[in-house]
């Protein structure tokens, strides 16, 4: 169904973001954290603008970077170490929405890297494809942590709850392989489907 010459779903999609945005930014817990988690998600909500109609993406990747968005204006609002029901979650002591966080930042770059490669046809042999879609997902994730460690030396004290380490000494490392373990649960568990709306071309009606 659409509205105009766009289709419902997107309509949908924008108050779901725009609506998560308000509420986030209504006295959050650290404002500097606020705005250092959302901007990723205003800036993928531009390029989404830009590209929209000169390359339209599947509604599973819609979907996933929409998730993506909301996983970051919660962590924003509360900061990754106070997000309620995390605290003690599988018995840790650190509050363990961060790593929610690093896990998806892993999974949904691998299915929109996924529908790149496969449209433009970067690469024609699967295997290779995949281990380039891992290389991209661990790379953007080691930059991501680059970004954490120069905030913090641009902001100094003021950048912990930005950072969310909570004083665990691999928390990079971690980040990085939850990030890795992401991809790989992405190319694994939504390949047959992600291949499906490729082949139909949903989003474009």
Request: proline share 3%.
């Amino acid at each position: 169904m659409t509205t105009g010459n766009q289709p419902l779903w997107l309509y949908s999609w924008l108050f779901v973001f725009f609506a998560v945005l308000l509420w986030s930014g209504v006295k959050p817990n650290d404002s500097l954290t606020w705005f250092l988690e959302v901007l990723p998600a205003l800036i993928g909500l531009m390029a989404l603008m830009i590209t929209r109609r000169s390359f339209p993406l599947t509604t599973l990747a819609y979907c996933l970077i929409l998730l993506h968005s909301v996983i970051l204006m919660i962590g924003g609002h509360y900061t990754y170490a106070e997000v309620p029901f995390f605290n003690g979650l599988f018995g840790s002591e650190r509050n363990n929405y961060d790593k929610l966080g690093h896990f998806a930042q892993g999974f949904i770059p691998a299915i929109v890297a996924r529908e790149v490669f496969i449209r433009l046809a970067v690469i024609k042999t699967r295997r290779w494809m995949n281990f380039l879609i891992l290389c991209v997902c661990l790379g953007f994730s080691a930059f991501y942590e680059l970004i954490e460690w120069w905030v913090a030396l641009a902001t100094g004290e003021n950048a912990e709850a930005f950072l969310g380490t909570q004083g665990y000494i691999w928390d990079t490392q971690s980040d990085m392989g939850l990030a890795l373990i992401g991809a790989i649960s992405a190319l694994v568990f939504l390949a047959a489907t992600h291949d499906r709306q490729i082949n139909t071309k949903s989003p474009q009606a």
